[in-house]
């Protein structure tokens, strides 16, 4: 048997090799019948390793297909960029990922050359049919037109969106709002043929958008009202302008509840803090500049713009409005200037409520509060607050409030605007003392200002302070005339008491008013960016219910890590669950901004209001760009 075996061996080998041969031979022919015919693409790949190879000849056919596509009109594949245009990278770009790609039915590979002693490389010969090629071209054409009509169908809706949200923040006076929404329907219409129906009528939306844009900037006034000087050190001083913000609004000149600028203080370019019902600062380093050049923002930041308009904005380049541009006459306007006055620091219609409001029986018992040593006291709070000696008024303050106090003023180095006039409104056994307008300044020049209501007990002592609700949202609730005087200042509380306690990290008083089994969802956007030559970028919300214990550890973390929060309602809807009771649905366009993350979106909370804390049982937010009868509600619960 051995010896038979070494015989046998070597004829299977000799066997093996003549049909290796015999394969690569026909292969070969096959390869030159391809070759001579004009109905197939080929290609030859050559390496050390087999898989390489055809690798290697995949590619070579696919940039093989992709010379044929440029060279022939034959096989038509439209695409555009953002203006509209023919992008043929784009289109080259498909064609050869789709054919590398290409599933292996779809061609032929055949071995024409093996590693032997003269040879150390395979050779690999592909092809494919033209009629095959046509079918996946036509196949990509047809994928391509839907993406075409898909981002086409997008783009109408967002144009109409954001010019929609634009025209309501208009209505509110949120200019700041109104410009953002505006400009981002208008780089999206550009180049377009995206038509907006109004009144009645179509119009192309790029210059009806460009045109609102120009209104609104004509129609907004910006003046100087008062003039301080700041120590900053021993060797340099600043100068704090006080401005008054306005936008004509059919005739009536009313107060810009938000707006975002920019200006150079003598020095540097400089961003002013966010508008917040009519007032806005300066900061000069010289007294005798004669005028500013204010420039009104309506391009945000990327973190304020979605990623996929971010860049549009990006790749068309900023539209400049010159009406964005407000020269602000500073040095001969302040010879002249006064205090700010409470008329200038309150809506007048607000006004006119809250002094209905003090008509109710329900204030005969409060009467009885002491105004005068209240002002006394806030007028003592407020020197202390200038000078920076805060423990000077402690004794005018329960240990509650004066923490509170402290963490205020340790809030973004705050500082007092202009000089106040004092409003005191009484409820049950507090009285709101109306208010001090602050600005509160952070790093990278981020600012805001904010009202402070400091709320007396019937000892004369600030039990607690709060920022007040924009004009807005204050209105909205005090305009309810149906509702008790009582009801109406509690639900106002409640929610100054909650934006302020993000602004100051007050996770105790957080973790006492919501409920142990409350409904929590959060929603944050989330980003999907692939960089490349084809910029894909994306954004989704991601919603998470989570139970009071993590929400309350998520909180927490924020207020570690984030250097402020700062929350602002706008667009505001209330609701009693029922007739009598104080259980309130509360639905308010909620902005959050804070030093690394900022949206916008729409905020419920189904809040009880019968004790002497509130309890909030649903907290729930939900994006900006759902419609209003999709978010959630008091139908939802009741």
Not at 258 to 267: A, H, I, K, R, S
């Amino acid at each position: 048997m051995k010896k038979n075996t070494i015989p046998f061996i070597f004829l299977l080998t000799f066997i093996s090799l003549i049909s290796s041969a015999q394969d690569l031979s026909r292969n070969r022919e096959i390869m030159q019948k391809v070759m001579s015919s004009d109905k197939y693409s080929f290609a030859i790949g050559s390496a050390d390793s087999l898989n390489t190879a055809i690798s290697y000849a995949v590619t070579h056919l696919a940039d093989q297909i992709m010379t044929d596509v440029k060279i022939s009109s034959k096989y038509e594949i439209k695409s555009q960029n953002g203006n509209g245009e023919l992008n043929e990278t784009v289109i080259f770009e498909q064609v050869s990922e789709t054919f590398t790609n290409v599933r292996l039915s779809d061609y032929q590979q055949l071995i024409i050359e093996k590693p032997n002693k003269k040879n150390k490389e395979y050779s690999v010969f592909v092809y494919i049919s033209k009629e095959k090629i046509k079918e996946i071209l036509q196949e990509l054409e047809e994928k391509e037109k839907a993406v075409q009509l898909e981002k086409e169908k997008k783009a109408y809706e967002d144009v109409n969106f954001y010019f929609s949200e634009g025209c309501k923040a208009i209505n509110d006076i949120r200019i700041g709002d109104a410009l953002k929404y505006l400009y981002w329907s208008y780089v999206i219409s550009l180049g377009s043929n995206i038509n907006i129906e109004q009144g009645g009528k179509s119009e192309p939306a790029t210059r009806l958008i460009e045109t609102k844009i120009d209104n609104l900037l004509n129609n907004l006034h910006i003046t100087p009202v008062s003039f301080e000087k700041e120590q900053i050190n021993d060797f340099q001083e600043k100068y704090k302008v006080v401005l008054n913000i306005k936008y004509n609004k059919d005739g009536v000149m009313q107060k810009v509840t938000n707006l975002d600028y920019e200006y150079n203080d003598g020095n540097t370019n400089q961003k002013g803090p966010r508008v917040r019902d009519g007032i806005g600062t300066l900061d000069l380093q010289y007294a005798d500049i004669d005028e500013v050049r204010i420039q009104c923002t309506y391009k945000y930041d990327e973190n304020e713009t979605p990623p996929d308009i971010y860049e549009i904005i990006k790749s068309k380049g900023e539209k400049k409005f010159s009406s964005a541009i407000k020269i602000v006459p500073i040095s001969q306007t302040l010879k002249t200037s006064k205090p700010i006055s409470s008329t200038e620091q309150t809506d007048v219609s607000n006004e006119y409520y809250l002094a209905k409001s003090e008509t109710s029986a329900e204030t005969l018992e409060a009467k009885a509060h002491n105004h005068e040593e209240m002002e006394k006291r806030i007028n003592l709070v407020e020197a202390a607050i200038r000078n920076k000696q805060y423990d000077s008024v402690r004794d005018y303050f329960t240990p509650e409030g004066y923490d509170s106090f402290k963490k205020l003023v340790q809030y973004g180095h705050a500082s007092i605007i202009g000089t106040p006039q004092y409003r005191f409104l009484d409820y049950g056994s507090i009285t709101l003392c109306r208010s001090i307008t602050m600005q509160f300044n952070f790093r990278n020049n981020k600012q805001f200002i904010e009202n402070v209501t400091f709320r007396f007990n019937d000892d004369n002592l600030i039990e607690s302070l709060a920022f007040t609700l924009s004009d807005v949202a204050e209105r909205d609730i005090l305009s309810k005339g149906k509702w008790e005087r009582n009801s109406r200042l509690l639900l106002m509380t409640f929610l100054e008491d909650y934006q302020t306690a993000y602004a100051l990290g007050r996770i105790d008083y957080l973790e006492r008013i919501f409920s142990e089994n409350a409904l929590i969802i959060t929603g944050n956007k989330v980003e999907k960016k692939v960089l490349n030559d084809g910029i894909i970028i994306t954004e989704s919300v991601k919603y998470d219910t989570l139970s009071k214990a993590q929400y309350m550890e998520r909180l927490k973390r924020h207020f570690r890590t984030k250097e402020y929060i700062n929350l602002n309602f706008t667009d505001t809807d209330f609701k009693r669950a029922s007739d009598g009771d104080e259980f309130y649905g509360i639905r308010v366009r909620q902005e959050y901004f804070s030093s690394n993350y900022g949206d916008v979106g729409y905020l419920f909370l189904l809040v009880d209001l019968r004790f002497e804390e509130p309890i909030i049982h649903i907290r729930a937010w939900q994006n900006d760009k759902l419609p209003l009868e999709a978010l959630f509600g008091l139908s939802d619960v009741y």
